[in-house]
């Protein structure tokens, strides 16, 4: 079959694309963004083609999907439209994919990469697994009987998804441009999560015990009344260890090359997801050590005696588990965060959330938001100025004004956000290497 994607190198349809190939289609795509992304190069490994322009032919038997950031006014949708294709949504195409292996599926307001990303790190190097990571990274190998996907709650993507077992971080209020409140996201998740035979489940978070689970499902945390209990947590400048139990037996103590208690938590639920399918405690213990997170997930790094983070974090509790993670591996460094708000809907949802987890922080920088499916008409107006009045000190900067940053030589500089920051390394990689002295 053929598939044409377009939005190519958002991260999820790359990903999309990639797998499709790997199951033997022909898949080629449209994208604005002509500069390189990270996302491409799984595409780029492929040959998958990308096309910035108008006119390239497609055969009509072409199956079309597109990402949601595309509005029906783009050009390359109209143009679609008036060649006589009906779009497929995207996450019915996922959707397809998933019946066809016994899918896990990650989900989590937070946490879903990475929980993802050490789940395929345990099953790939033992069992074999097919995957799709939301960093740009998929796979298939129709052999493969596992397939592990992060299911991602954006516009409610994920109900599209046949999960054999479930596994659910947390859950916490965010993409208020798609939920009404909180008891609406709780809600969502629980349609998710009774879609599965089998669930793991964060314990500690009150919003996923209020989920009535119909199926069933075994919770994790430090609580003593969950199913599997971590305890003894050490987090170290060389990286975290913990002990996990199931019940009262004590099964193994685990050391990750992560930094955070809520790396420590998206570990424990791929150990016993692992556990499930039958990986050895021993084989766990051994490949923990040599996990390399995913792309744009604290990605470091090191400039004379300057350390950049390339991290995605994007909401306040993000911003902050991530800010006291930096703290643990780098005590003694000055932190400077610089922070760009993506979507108008949640920096007006977070503004005050947002200063207060960039306070974590010794100095901080916002950016002007940068948003590619919104129109800052239809909400109340908003700015990066209105974090920036909440925290003292506080500046704004931009790719143009990035030698403010020089002050922060012989720290840690850390850029956030999902909206892409590789300019802003890039200027500041620039400036650090021709102004040897502050």
Do not use: W
């Not at 974090?313 to 000055?334: C, D, G, M, N, S």
């Not at 920088?365 to 506080?394: F, Q």
């Not at 012989?410 to 990689?429: Q, R």
Request: net charge negative; aromatic share 10%.
């Amino acid at each position: 079959m053929k598939y044409y994607c377009i939005g190519i190198k958002g991260s999820g349809m790359s990903t999309l694309a990639q797998m499709l190939y790997d199951m033997g289609n022909e898949v080629s795509g449209y994208d604005d963004a002509k500069d390189y992304k990270f996302t491409e190069a799984g595409l780029k490994a492929r040959n998958i083609p990308i096309y910035y322009d108008h006119t390239h032919a497609l055969d009509p038997d072409t199956i079309v999907t597109a990402s949601k950031a595309f509005s029906e006014d783009h050009p390359e949708l109209k143009r679609i439209k008036e060649l006589g294709f009906t779009l497929t949504p995207y996450n019915e195409v996922v959707g397809d994919i998933t019946k066809q292996f016994e899918t896990i599926a990650v989900c989590g307001t937070h946490g879903k990469t990475t929980t993802s990303s050490l789940l395929k790190h345990l099953l790939e190097n033992t069992v074999g697994c097919n995957y799709f990571i939301g960093d740009g990274s998929g796979h298939i190998d129709k052999k493969n009987r596992l397939l592990v996907i992060e299911s991602d709650e954006f516009n409610r993507h994920f109900l599209a998804y046949h999960p054999k077992l479930a596994i659910i971080t947390c859950i916490e209020l965010e993409h208020t441009e798609i939920y009404k409140d909180l008891k609406d996201t709780i809600q969502t998740f629980e349609k998710f999560a009774n879609k599965a035979e089998y669930v793991i489940a964060n314990g500690d978070d009150p919003n996923v015990r209020a989920i009535q689970f119909h199926n069933k499902v075994v919770f994790y945390g430090e609580d003593t009344n969950n199913d599997y209990q971590i305890k003894d947590i050490q987090l170290a400048t060389t990286g975290s260890t913990f002990s996990l139990y199931q019940g009262e037996a004590y099964l193994d103590t685990f050391t990750i090359p992560l930094y955070g208690h809520h790396m420590v938590m998206n570990a424990a639920a791929a150990i016993i997801a692992s556990l499930q399918q039958g990986v050895t405690l021993e084989k766990i213990k051994d490949l923990l050590p040599s996990f390399q997170n995913a792309k744009r997930r604290f990605a470091e790094t090191i400039i004379g005696d300057t350390v950049i983070i390339d991290d995605y974090a994007h909401h306040p509790t993000e911003i902050r588990v991530t800010l006291e993670a930096v703290r643990q591996k780098y005590p003694t460094k000055k932190l400077t965060v610089v922070f760009r708000p993506n979507t108008y809907s949640r920096t007006a949802a977070f503004t005050r959330e947002f200063a207060e987890a960039l306070s974590v922080a010794d100095q901080a920088y916002i950016t002007p938001i940068v948003c590619d499916r919104e129109n800052p008409a239809d909400y109340p107006p908003v700015s990066s100025e209105d974090i920036i009045a909440l925290l003292p000190g506080s500046e704004l900067i931009d790719e143009t004004s990035i030698n403010k940053l020089l002050s922060a030589r012989g720290g840690v500089v850390c850029f956030m956000g999902c909206a892409t920051v590789s300019h802003l390394i890039e200027n500041f990689e620039a400036v650090l290497s021709t102004n040897k002295e502050v």
